[in-house]
Every structure is written in C-alpha cells, then in structure tokens.
C-alpha cells in the first residue's frame, strides 16, 4: 500500500519518463536489442558521425534506451528519487526541457569523446578492408541510456539541497547532497580518463549531462533566486 501510494504521488512527467523507458526496454528485449549487435542499436544509440548507422535523431532517441535490466533500474531509482523533487519545484514543462537538454548535452559531449577516441584512426587513410572493420568498430561502439541526463539532475539537485542529507551504499552514514554529487562526478572525470578496456561506461557523457544541469540551474536560479535547505 505504501509503494502504490508513492507511485501515485510521482509527478507525471517523471512517472511518463519511467513509463517510456520501461516500455522501450521491453521493445528492445522483443526485437534483440539487448544484445550488442542488432538492427535496434543501429537505428537508435548514438553513434560516431562517422559511422554509416550514424542519424541526427540519435543525439535523443540513445536516451529511452537502456542495454540491461540494472542499467534501466539505476537510472528509473535516480529520476524518480530526484526528479520527482526538481519537477515539483519547477512544473512539468521546465523539468521536462531540462531533462532533454541534459540528455541532449550528453550526447553532444559523447560525440566529441567518440572524435577524442578515434582520432588516431580517423586521420589514416584506410583501404577496403581496413574500412570495412572501422565501421564494425564504430557500429558496435554506440552509447545509450538516460545516464547523461540523470546526471544532470543530480547535479541540479546538489544545487537546489545541498545540505539534504543523502544514504549512499556502501557508505555505512548520511552524506551531504553536494559532497555526494561531487563526489559521483568526480568518479566519472576519473573513469573518463583513466578508461580501461573492459569500461563500457560513457563517463565523459555522464560529465557533460551533470555540467549541463548545473549550468541551466544555475542560470534558472539567478532569474528566479531561491533559498532551499
């Protein structure tokens, strides 16, 4: 009983963002874009501009997607524990253009981490077949997940409460919201730059979602000062 009426008090574009994000999961799970090769991620994640899958659509469509079930609840818990705040703080439709412009700025910042990475392949000239496995490469290296724009919440959270007082396994006591949103981003600046090569994980996107919530709170909050604890 206390779930469902948790449920019902999350604010409606957070709870439609869960809902499509869920429901694209399964959509994937139904046509095989679960796994690392297939037609799903060619449309939808993000690639490199490079890459012959690569479409201009794909900078807000990698977002709805998730590669595994853990991938999709980590990133619901994170929405709805803070979203649902930011959202009842802002209204509905300043919540919602934040999220996307978060998610939006991830994408760009992973495209020019895609630039940064392949750099050294991109100023070869490569024949056939060297080609022809380039693109392999860039087709199975796509991004996707709210991740970026979580972050960006995050950060906007840290912001707005800084001093609310946050449990963050495994820490065995309470954190201040600004240290632990510090904190997290720090972990990503550090995975983005010492990547090793069993990391699948888009720091430098997560980077630049929470920078763009920061800067966008910050700007919204200067219009339109308040004071939170």
Known sequence: MEFRNRFQQTSPIVLNLIIINVLVFFAQAAFGGLEQDNRVNDWFALHHYKSDEYRPHQIITHIFMHGSFFHLLFNMLGLWMFGNVLEKVWGSKRFLLFFLICGFVAGLTQMVNYVVDFHQIDILTLNESDMVQYQTMMRLNCTIGASGAVMGILAAFGYLFPNTQLFIMPIPFPVKAKWA?????????????????????????????????????????????????
């Open 181 to 229: 949103i510090i904190g997290i981003i720090a972990l990503d600046i550090f995975g983005g730059v010492y990547n090793t090569a069993n990391d699948n994980v888009a720091h430098f996107a997560h980077v630049g979602g929470a920078l763009a919530g920061f800067l966008l709170v910050l700007y919204w909050n200067k219009t339109n000062k308040k004071t939170f604890y």
